[in-house]
């Protein structure tokens, strides 16, 4: 019998996590109440998706008296923990939870899990290939698009289970353990859900301190504050980095092991299974020096899970990127246009504007502000953009940041954004959307974003 017989279980949040969770309790025996701020108009996708469940709903608004009434309380990462409500569910000693949690404590095959600012999706994308590339069953979830508590309720196995994990996923973890944790990088980003920087941070080290001695974790020894937490870590630490280990010198040199990228020759080098092992990436398809270091941190755990170089190799030779991050869209008139809607923080904007290092950059940035600093976007307009164009509620704030570095115009719609773009370009240019803020200002998600530029380029 199931544990969850019976029990009055309260879905917080009715997106994609929260719609898994409904399903999985509902068929688990659980009496189901489903909340949301948002009216059931705007959920008619996810209502539709458990029609044929008994659950209760409570939508466009939340009610204390249901939260204290539950048993337990599963929330979505998209609600902010210090919400009144589960404030006083938590003074009441009501358990809370989060898919992610749920999903773990069943788990029975090894958890790779990975979280970071930026290159998140394309690092777990291509560990997932690598082990399908080696014929290696795995599930590939989590903020990736696919809910981890879908997998325990296929009941299916897999070699491995590989999860993309945001800072919110993590922030109720206290059971996970992963066999494999990695790091892509952390920068400033989420300061409209956290108090400031050191907040987001802890966030994200909910899954250092997840880890144990048995665990790999992956750490980027260029961005500062991933390779801190080597100290702070009993699990076996694995490096990448785009520098030569012996230019670093001490024992960092003497004792390396993970990954670092020689430039030179366009060659990865691995040191994860006691010899020295060599990846030609002169034939990689994603470019940008964030993509080498995606490509490494990929490296690294595959082969520390048994993953074959042949298989690995086959991947680095074929793999053609993830949509939304720096997708070619088509070559009109000699201009390229990229679309990078998931580019939603200052940081994702500079790696992509550094990824292109000499066609003139016509840059399309703007959305929902979610407290950026933009300031350190100045020096990459200051080399790359030929023009500039802002839009969303953030472009206010942007044009002042950064306007007056380059040709600047601001403008009300995504059409004229896109039109303008092409009139100011020439042959050799490219448009380039990265727009640094989220997108939910004017879309759904970033996804929505970036299909809808994609079609505007095609009409062009």
């Given at each position: 019998m ?5 029990k ?7 997106g994609l996590s929260?719609?898994?969770v409904?399903?999985?309790m509902a ?8 909340t949301?701020?948002k ?5 008619a ?16 608004k939340?009610?204390p008296?249901?939260?204290r009434a539950?048993e337990l309380?599963?929330?979505?990462p ?10 006083e569910a ?16 069943a788990l ?9 600012t ?6 777990t994308?291509l560990?997932?290939e690598?082990?399908?590339?080696d014929?290696k069953?795995v599930?590939?979830?989590g ?7 879908d997998h325990?309720?296929d009941?299916?196995r897999?070699?491995a289970?590989v999860?993309?994990?945001?800072s919110?996923?993590?922030?109720l973890?206290e059971?996970?353990v992963p ?7 952390i920068?400033e980003d ?7 920087m050191?907040g987001y941070i ?7 301190k997840a880890?144990?001695k048995?665990?790999y974790?992956v ?5 500062a504050n ?5 100290q702070?870590?009993s699990?076996k630490?694995m ?13 960092f040199?003497?004792?390396f092991?993970g990954?670092?990228?020689r ?14 092992e060599?990846?030609?990436?002169s034939?990689?398809?994603?470019f940008?020096?964030?993509n080498?270091?995606?490509l490494m941190?990929?490296i690294?755990?595959?082969?520390a ?7 690995i190799?086959?991947v680095?030779?074929?793999f053609k990127?993830?949509?939304h991050r720096?997708?070619?869209?088509r ?5 390229y246009?990229?679309?990078d ?7 994702s904007v ?7 290092t000499?066609n ?13 600093d933009?300031?350190?976007?100045v020096?990459?307009?200051?080399q790359?953009?030929?023009v500039l164009?802002l839009?969303?509620?953030a472009?206010e ?12 115009y601001?403008v009300g719609?995504?059409?004229e954004?896109?039109l ?12 380039l959307l990265?727009p ?15 299909d809808?530029?994609?079609?505007l380029?095609?009409q062009?």
């Amino acid at each position: 019998m199931s544990k969850y017989k019976g029990k009055k279980v309260l879905i917080v949040g009715f997106g994609l996590s929260g719609v898994a969770v409904a399903r999985y309790m509902a068929k688990q025996g659980a009496k189901v109440t489903v909340t949301d701020m948002k009216q059931k108009s705007e959920l008619a996708d996810s209502v539709n998706a458990c029609a044929e469940l008994k659950i209760e709903y409570e939508l466009g608004k939340f009610n204390p008296l249901t939260f204290r009434a539950a048993e337990l309380i599963v929330v979505s990462p998209g609600v902010p923990l210090s919400t009144k409500p589960l404030d006083e569910a938590r003074e009441a000693n009501i358990p809370i939870t989060s898919e992610v949690e749920l999903a773990a404590s069943a788990l029975k095959e090894p958890l790779i899990a990975i979280t970071g600012t930026n290159g998140k999706t394309t690092t777990t994308t291509l560990i997932g290939e690598m082990f399908k590339a080696d014929d290696k069953p795995v599930y590939v979830g989590g903020n990736i698009g696919k809910p981890l508590i879908d997998h325990i309720s296929d009941g299916s196995r897999v070699d491995a289970v590989v999860a993309e994990l945001s800072s919110f996923q993590l922030e109720l973890t206290e059971k996970l353990v992963p066999a494999v944790a990695v790091f892509t990088n952390i920068e400033e980003d989420h300061l409209d859900r956290y108090p400031d920087m050191n907040g987001y941070i802890e966030a994200k080290k909910k899954l250092l301190k997840a880890c144990d001695k048995n665990s790999y974790v992956v750490l980027n020894y260029d961005n500062a504050n991933v390779a801190k937490f080597a100290q702070e870590t009993s699990g076996k630490v694995m490096w990448f980095t785009k520098q030569d280990p012996l230019k670093i010198g001490g024992e960092f040199a003497e004792n390396f092991y993970g990954c670092y990228f020689r430039a030179a020759d366009k060659q990865v080098i691995a040191k994860v299974t006691g010899k020295e092992e060599i990846y030609d990436v002169s034939q990689l398809r994603i470019f940008g020096d964030h993509n080498k270091e995606n490509l490494m941190a990929a490296i690294c755990t595959a082969r520390a899970m048994g993953v074959s170089p042949k298989a690995i190799q086959h991947v680095i030779n074929n793999f053609k990127g993830v949509a939304h991050r720096l997708e070619f869209v088509r070559r009109k008139d000699g201009v390229y246009f990229f679309n990078d809607s998931k580019g939603t923080n200052v940081m994702s904007v500079q790696r992509s504007l550094g990824a292109f290092t000499s066609n003139p950059i016509i840059l399309i940035a703007g959305g929902k502000d979610k407290n950026m600093d933009f300031a350190p976007l100045v020096p990459y307009v200051q080399q790359r953009c030929k023009v500039l164009i802002l839009l969303g509620e953030a472009k206010e704030k942007i044009n002042r940041a950064i306007g007056d570095f380059s040709e600047t115009y601001l403008v009300g719609t995504f059409e004229e954004a896109v039109l303008l773009a092409y009139q100011k370009s020439r042959s050799g240019d490219i448009i380039l959307l990265s727009p640094g803020c989220s997108s939910f200002d004017m879309f759904r998600n970033y996804e929505e974003r970036g299909d809808y530029f994609k079609k505007l380029v095609t009409q062009l």
